[in-house]
């Protein structure tokens, strides 16, 4: 396989809450999200703000952040829903929990939504928004390993690296094989582009290459590579739409099926272990609520009001 590095083409900002950053901000919909809106205020562990769903109905947030993520209370005209967010390369993945007949988190209609801070060039991601030729270009290295595939990785500019985050099967083959020189006593667990890759994904080199090589080992495996196949095609397309390289038609192809992928977004550890344990291919599905963002161990009583909140996300 491939490692991708995109040299100097598309700008992201920078600033993403994830563990010593802030969530505050405004964040907007895209895709099948599209018309969701999080304005966000974080203050020593607190959230505040408002959330308006897709039919414009605003609701007032309150509750507090744990860990990556927040959870807490929504309220309009007095009725009471539920909500849970955490951290993702583009923004925030939020959950929106109505309440039952009972007042209990109803997570068998809970609703998933992708929401990016609105200073991210969404439409210029997806590959639907064609800029000048000469911004950069999509460089595919073949055959790095351990301290040399560490240090072009490394070497990246930090918004190379939130670039190539985007795509997670393409993020967690790269993070895999740096584990797995890690795990070889090939590269120090040290060496800054671990420390790097490792962003966001909650789980540590001893537990990636494990579940990695499981992966691997299993009848599966090929599909995890059809599809991180699919997702270098896509990265290189989306930058040549970027740089004005491609019609319309396949810019546009292209966008959305980045949508949807860009929605779905997991962490390396997940990818893996679905591969090795049931049989998938990493892939997630628009049927979310009762899957990869589902709740474990049900309710816990942790808002300030005393009104039950969903419980602790499990890890992904």
């Not at 951290?87 to 990016?116: C, E, H, K, V, W």
């Not at 080199?205 to 699919?230: M, P, Q």
């Amino acid at each position: 396989m491939l490692a991708v590095v995109v040299a100097g083409l598309l700008l992201l900002p920078a600033a993403h809450a994830q563990s010593g950053g802030t969530f505050s901000g405004r964040y907007v919909g895209f895709a099948l999200s599209e018309g969701v809106v999080a304005s966000i205020a974080e203050d020593n562990g607190r959230v505040v703000g408002q959330y308006t769903d897709s039919a414009g109905k605003v609701f007032a947030l309150n509750g507090q952040r744990v860990g990556e993520g927040a959870q807490g209370l929504l309220e309009r005209d007095g009725v009471k829903a539920f909500f849970q967010f955490e951290s993702r390369p583009l923004g925030i993945q939020f959950l929106y929990i109505p309440s039952s007949d009972t007042g209990r988190p109803d997570m068998a209609n809970a609703l998933q939504t992708a929401l990016a801070r609105d200073n991210v060039d969404v439409e210029t991601l997806l590959g639907q928004a064609p800029r000048p030729a000469g911004n950069g270009a999509v460089v595919l290295l073949e055959g790095a390993e351990g301290e040399e595939l560490a240090s072009q990785y490394a070497d990246l500019a930090p918004r190379e690296r939130e670039l190539i985050r985007l795509f997670d099967h393409v993020q967690a083959h790269l993070t895999g094989r740096l584990c797995s020189s890690v795990k070889a006593g090939d590269l120090s667990e040290t060496h800054r582009a671990v420390a790097l890759a490792l962003e966001r994904q909650q789980a540590g080199c001893s537990a990636i290459s494990t579940l990695k090589d499981r992966a691997v080992a299993s009848d599966n495996y090929d599909d995890f590579e059809t599809r991180l196949a699919i997702q270098q095609e896509l990265l290189t397309t989306t930058m040549s739409c970027n740089a004005g390289d491609n019609n319309a038609e396949t810019c546009q192809t292209a966008g959305a099926m980045n949508a949807a992928m860009f929605e779905q977004w997991r962490r390396a550890a997940v990818i893996y272990a679905e591969v090795a344990d049931r049989g998938g291919t990493g892939a997630a599905t628009q049927s979310a609520p009762a899957g990869p963002l589902s709740l474990r161990g049900g309710v816990g009583d942790n808002a300030a009001s005393g009104v039950p909140v969903p419980g602790a996300r499990p890890d992904r």
